[in-house]
C-alpha cells in the first residue's frame, strides 16, 4: 500500500508528479492548462496542471502558460482533482464555489473529456 500525503502537502505534489509521469499517455488527451489557487483555511496553494501540444504539465506555483485560472475551496478541488468528480466540479461552479478567470470557452470543451481513472485511482491512494 503507498504512503498517504496530506492533499496539496509538498510531499503530496512530489508523490502526484511521479504518478502523473508513470500514467502519461503518449498524447494527452486535452490542450489546456490551467492556474489554480486552492484556498485552505488562511493560506491559498497555488499549482498549474494540464496539457500543451502534446506535453503534460503539473506543478506548484504558476505557469505563464495557463489558459485560465480556477480558483475554489480545498474541499472542492479534492473532490475533483482527487476523486475524479466531474458532477461535484459542476455542482460547485453553480453553487459559487469555483471562480474562473480565463478562457472559459476552452474549459468547456475540454469538461467532458473523462480523464484518466487509473490516475485518479493512484491519487486518491496516495491522499489523505
Known amino acids: 500500500?503507498?504512503?498517504k500525503y496530506p492533499f496539496l502537502s509538498d510531499a503530496w505534489f512530489d508523490?502526484?508528479?511521479t504518478l502523473i509521469r508513470e500514467h502519461e499517455?503518449?498524447?494527452?488527451p486535452v490542450n489546456l492548462v490551467m492556474n489554480l489557487e486552492v484556498a485552505d483555511g488562511d493560506r491559498t496553494i497555488e499549482f498549474f496542471m494540464g496539457a500543451k501540444n502534446g506535453e503534460t504539465l503539473f506543478g506548484k506555483g504558476k505557469t505563464?502558460?495557463?489558459?485560465l485560472t480556477l480558483?475554489?475551496?480545498?474541499?472542492?478541488?479534492r473532490q475533483v482533482f482527487?476523486?475524479?468528480?466531474q458532477q461535484a466540479g459542476m455542482q460547485a461552479f453553480m453553487a459559487g464555489k469555483v471562480r474562473v478567470q480565463g478562457?472559459?470557452?476552452?474549459l468547456m470543451m475540454?469538461?467532458?473529456?473523462?480523464?484518466?481513472?487509473?490516475?485518479s485511482a493512484a491519487l486518491q491512494e496516495i491522499t489523505e
Do not use: R
Open 64 to 67: 505563464d502558460a495557463a489558459d
Open 103 to 106: 478562457d472559459m470557452t476552452k
Open 25 to 28: 499517455t503518449t498524447a494527452p
Open 1 to 3: 500500500m503507498p504512503e
Open 82 to 85: 482527487v476523486s475524479g468528480d
Open 71 to 77: 480558483s475554489t475551496d480545498i474541499d472542492t478541488a
Open 15 to 17: 508523490a502526484a508528479e
Open 110 to 119: 475540454q469538461g467532458s473529456g473523462g480523464g484518466n481513472a487509473a490516475l
